[in-house]
Structure formats: structure tokens, C-alpha cells
């Protein structure tokens, strides 16, 4: 019964960080476009990707 004293309070707090965070969350505009980033997901582009790094001649490869 002692555990209970002690699971109790840790339970509402991390609950409390829980709601927390999601208002922040909302405020921060998380949930603001929630289509677009499954429509880039899904979208056909193209492009290659450019490696910032040395290419493979210059690395000696």
C-alpha cells in the first residue's frame, strides 16, 4: 500500500508533462498542415539528391 503513495503523484505528473507538451504542441502549430506532408511524401520528384562532400575522383577512389 506504501508503493501506492508514491505511484499515484508520478502517474498525475507524467500525465501533467503529457498535456503539457501537447499544448505546446498546438501552440507551436504541429497540427497546423497535417495533408501536406503526406502529399510530399507521395509526390514524384525527380531531382537527384547533391552530395555536399568531395566526389569519389577527388578522394582518390
Known sequence: M????F???LALLLGLFGL???LWSLKNGQYDDLEG?????ISDDDETPTTSG????????
Open 7 to 9: 505511484l499515484v503523484p
Open 2 to 5: 506504501e508503493v501506492i503513495a
Open 37 to 41: 506532408a503526406a502529399w510530399r511524401a
Open 20 to 22: 503539457l507538451g501537447f
Open 54 to 61: 568531395p566526389s569519389a575522383a577527388h578522394r582518390g577512389v
